[in-house]
T-cell receptor
Framework: EAGVVQSPRYKIIEKKQPVAFWCNPI?????LYWYLQNLGQGPELLIR????????DSQLPKDRFSAERLKGVDSTLKIQPAELGDSAVYLC???????????????FGPGTRLTVL | DAKTTQPNSMESNEEEPVHLPCNHS???????IHWYRQLPSQGPEYVIH???SNVNNRMASLAIAEDRKSSTLILHRATLRDAAVYYC???????????FGTGTRLKVLA
């Protein structure tokens, strides 16, 4: 079974440029998550989707970040414009979403390492 | 949201058991205890989870204190491939929101 796929794995851009990250979750997983991970820290949730609906985007900086999950499968996370402080690893995860809360296991992709110069 | 406290780092010799502690004194009755680990340059990987009883799987064992205010992840025979950051996370019932701390960096010595 294929895992969560993310691309690109690495991205280097100059500040004020736009950037987009793509995620393909595990087949059949209804719930998709985007996380931000700064160096030496644990991941922090940015947004959670159940199918096409963003059910928790409270931590997403909406002035420059946007996300979409068309057709409830693949998802794209965009930053426009990027700032120096956005340099981090962006992780995508998916889960079945049908297990009762507390037991739903999340499966993570390898992440995209963003460097903003 | 309930918080967890873990040591920043631990060391173990190869092929010896490792006990990774986690304190969660503010845990509520319906919070599940999850453990994930993150190998270098990879995303976090599920290890194990439990509610009240001790749990075993092919990767590890989870020992949960009777009052649930602490738990221990047990790797029965550490290998070099177990070197990673281990995260102890409480998943609040009714939510799907993991709150990761800084975890414990495990170093395995050959």
């Amino acid at each position: 079974e294929a895992g969560v796929v993310q691309s690109p794995r690495y991205k280097i851009i100059e500040k004020k440029q736009p950037v987009a990250f793509w995620c393909n979750p595990i087949s059949g997983h209804n719930t998709l998550y985007w996380y931000l991970q700064n160096l030496g820290q644990g991941p922090e949730l940015l947004i959670r989707y159940e199918n096409e609906e963003a059910v928790d985007d409270s931590q997403l900086p909406k002035d420059r970040f946007s996300a979409e999950r068309l057709k409830g499968v693949d998802s794209t996370l965009k930053i426009q414009p990027a700032e120096l402080g956005d340099s981090a690893v962006y992780l995508c995860a998916s889960s079945l979403g049908t297990a009762k809360p507390g037991t739903d296991t999340q499966y993570f992709g390898p992440g995209t390492r963003l460097t903003v110069l | 949201d309930a918080k967890t406290t873990q040591p920043n780092s631990m060391e173990s010799n190869e092929e010896e058991p490792v006990h990774l502690p986690c304190n969660h004194s503010t845990i509520s009755g319906t919070d599940y205890i999850h453990w994930y680990r993150q190998l270098p340059s990879q995303g976090p990987e599920y290890v194990i989870h439990g509610l009240t009883s001790n749990v075993n799987n092919r990767m590890a064992s989870l020992a949960i204190a009777e009052d649930r205010k602490s738990s221990t992840l047990i790797l029965h025979r550490a290998t070099l491939r177990d070197a990673a950051v281990y995260y102890c996370i409480l998943l609040t019932s009714g939510t799907y929101k993991y709150i990761f701390g800084t975890g414990t960096r495990l170093k395995v010595l050959a």
